[in-house]
């Protein structure tokens, strides 16, 4: 026997509706980007925003799925007897100001030995805030145009 035409339609609706149910949802918000993104391990902007922000130093580790950027000694060439080593901290895979953690270690070349200097906490405050500014613009650049 030959289907019906109701039959027909109603085999081919069951069944698109079927396999839209095995589909994961793959469609880009079209308001502000999650502020969880976490494929990775940790908050992808963030994660983003710190390798921009240290790209200045040689990487000695960067670990996305611990969330930690270790940088190598950096000089600037300004300032040739004094260098910086960073360690950056994503805690947590939501975008919040706490979810970043710069760790600063400083020393200044003395008689021709590198020794131990303070780091100012302005300094590792403003690094902080660079990486939210910076991991913001990259959410808001994600953000489908209107």
């Known amino acids: 026997m030959r289907p019906t035409l109701a039959r027909t339609a109603l085999l081919i609706a069951s069944t698109g509706l079927s396999l839209g149910a095995c589909q994961s949802n793959n469609v880009a918000p079209v308001g502000m980007a999650p502020a969880v993104t976490n ?82 906490a302005a300094t590792v405050q403003k690094l902080e805030d660079i990486i939210l500014v910076r991991a913001r613009d990259i959410r808001r650049a994600t953000v489908a145009p209107s």
């Open 39 to 120: 494929q990775i391990g940790v908050n992808t902007y963030l994660w983003r925003a710190a390798i921009d922000t240290v790209s200045f130093a040689p990487l000695l580790t960067a670990d996305s799925a611990g969330g930690v950027i270790v940088t190598d000694w950096y000089s600037s060439p300004n300032a040739p007897g004094e260098r910086v080593k960073l360690t950056v901290s994503i805690l947590d895979a939501q975008l919040r100001a706490d979810a970043v953690r710069v760790n600063a270690v400083r020393e200044v070349n003395q008689a021709g030995s590198w020794v131990s200097a303070p780091v100012s």
